[in-house]
């Protein structure tokens, strides 16, 4: 009988522990919660047993808890194509151990936030879209080991200050756009095969200070400068493909580092201190910033929202579980963030844009429609002395619209814009007014329908040649070939059909690479506009 009482006695003593111990903290679970907010495409539905009205988030796919449940200590959802921002917010998750969202779609900027993670050991947000600079905040995570960012967008110099990192074994920064030079200078007679140990003396700065290094990765970026003595014992590999000097490198060419010489870099414009924003996505919140904030990010601020109203949008996604796409413009107008999320006012300056009232006379009072859905309608017009257009209006109300949409709206043309391709659909420019609220795209019109309404024609006289077909399907791939090898960074294509390539009056395919994104509007199918 005493192995029994002794296994119930400990049982006992098991449940008591989770009986009282502490939840975990509202403003934890809160973090998670705006991280949740801020993913708008989450395809494999990883997220979706995040229940908002469940009070213990320590069940919650990719989330680990202490054992007594009282504090969030480990977010690793990787590999899962999530696309989002990387939410401010996670900055509240006091002992948060590691951060690993490696080989999602994550864009915008690396919250400055994350800075405060004191307990922070890894942070993995390496494989990403990601630009910007890296915050000099990141060097305040004094407990360190591991920090991967490679295969992103960040642009700048290296902050010195990830040197503060003395427990700091392996950093991945390769595949990257960062320039200047590699901020490990100091003394220069240390011995280059002790592996990283020189932080014995003060006047050490840069990575010399990270005495444990014992993996660094600098490749693939337009580093300049001289590989410090300090890291001399790292592979040669580990700076390939940068503008750095030396003959035993493999590095990029002259024309590549043209932009990435130290006095191209010391002549980028300086930020005016006392330069006021211009502009805010949400108009009830015109409250002055520092500049040097655009410096750092683009995505700031916090998502206010209450238990209640989230409670109401996981009850939405659960009856509408048969589309694994989160429609971003779709979610309920309880909602509305009225967080201030700083755009830089630079951010479209050129790009086109179209004032509503050019667009109306262009579209005949936007009566000329040619198709629509529940998410956008499109018009086809006539610019004055100008070419035919077709005009993308996206169907969503006033009090529907965030911030993070607003951002990723303008990311979305800017990216599109820079494409010039005579097989690719041209962006032309946008439209984006309050009042009333519009948000619509401008593209080159295509007057022969798309490639699909042609192969299902089955009426005399409507068939294509094998001639026509081969050019079209030339044209297709050289389009193809500019994207994915002519544009940088490459612009990917992610579901290529039919119904995604337009023909002109002399049938040369154009490919919208609209019709490949996820969100519906893009998809050239269409509804009624909003007055």
């Known amino acids: ?42 395809p494999y539905q990883v997220l979706s047993n995040w229940d908002t009205v469940e009070s213990d988030p320590c069940n919650w796919f990719g989330v ?42 994550f864009i915008g900027t690396i919250p400055r936030e994350l800075g405060v993670l004191e307990s922070l050991k890894v942070l993995d947000l390496g494989m990403n879209q990601l630009t910007g600079p890296i915050p000099p905040e990141i060097g305040n995570l004094t407990q360190a080991v591991k920090i991967n960012l490679q295969s992103n967008g960040l642009t700048g110099r290296l902050p010195p200050e990830l040197g503060n990192l003395r427990y700091l074994q392996e950093l991945r920064l390769d595949r990257n756009r960062l320039q200047g030079p590699i901020p490990a200078g100091g ?93 805010y996505v949400s108009k009830h919140h015109r409250a002055s910033k520092p500049v ?55 951010f479209l300056k050129d790009v086109r844009r ?7 006379v262009a579209c005949e009072d936007f009566s000329n429609i040619i198709g629509s859905s529940p998410d956008s309608v499109v018009y086809k017009g006539t610019m004055k002395g100008g070419p035919e257009i077709a005009v993308i209006s996206l169907c969503i109300k006033e009090e529907h619209w965030t911030g993070y949409l607003e951002l990723y709206f303008q990311r979305e043309v800017a990216d599109l814009a820079r494409l010039n391709h005579e097989n690719i659909g041209k962006l032309l420019g946008y439209c984006r007014e309050d009042t009333p609220f519009t948000r619509m795209l401008v593209f080159d019109y295509a007057s022969n329908g798309t490639l699909h309404d042609h192969l299902h024609c089955y ?25 994915h090898t002519e544009v940088e960074p490459p612009f990917t294509i992610s579901e290529l059909n039919s119904s995604a390539v337009y023909l002109t009056e002399e049938f040369s ?4 690479t609209l019709a490949s994104s996820n969100l519906q509007i893009y998809q050239l199918q269409f509804c009624s506009i909003s007055s």
């Not at 006695?9 to 907010?37: G, Y």
């Not at 006091?94 to 999602?104: D, E, K, P, V």
């Not at 026509?468 to 791939?477: E, H, Q, T, V, Y």
């Open 187 to 279: 003394s220069s007679n240390f011995a280059s095969n002790m592996h990283g140990m020189y932080a014995s003396k003060e006047n050490v700065t840069g990575f010399c200070r990270s005495s444990q290094l014992k993996v660094a990765d600098f490749s693939f970026n337009f580093l300049v400068g001289r590989i410090p003595k300090c890291l001399e014992y790292l592979p040669r590999l580990s700076f390939q493909g940068n503008c750095l000097q030396g003959q035993e490198l493999k590095q990029r060419s002259s024309i590549q580092c043209a932009g990435a010489s130290p006095a191209s870099a010391k002549s980028q414009p300086v930020v005016n201190p006392n330069h006021q924003p211009a502009e």
């Open 64 to 105: 680990l808890c202490t054992m007594v449940r009282d504090h969030v200590i480990k977010l690793n959802i990787s590999g899962s194509s999530l696309k989002g921002f990387l939410a401010p917010e996670l900055g509240q998750i006091t002992y948060l151990q590691a951060l690993i969202l490696h080989g999602n779609n």
């Open 354 to 360: 179209y004032s509503r009232q050019e667009l109306e």
């Open 459 to 483: 009426e005399e006289g409507c068939q294509f040649s094998w001639t026509r077909r081969m050019k079209i399907a030339i044209g297709i791939a050289r389009g193809l070939k500019y994207l």
């Open 1 to 42: 009988m005493k192995p029994c009482t002794l296994l119930l006695f400990l049982s006992f003593i098991s449940t008591l522990s989770f009986v009282v111990s502490d939840t975990v903290p509202s403003n934890e679970v809160w973090a998670l919660r705006s991280f949740k907010e801020a993913v708008y495409e989450d």
């Open 292 to 346: 040097w904030l655009l410096a750092l990010e683009i995505v700031t601020g916090t998502m206010v929202g209450s238990l209640f109203l989230v409670a109401v949008l996981a009850a939405f996604q659960r009856c509408n579980k048969k589309s694994s796409i989160i429609i971003p413009w779709k979610k309920s107008g309880s909602q509305k963030d009225h967080t201030a999320v700083y755009i830089d006012p630079e």
């Open 509 to 512: 395919p154009k490919v919208f």
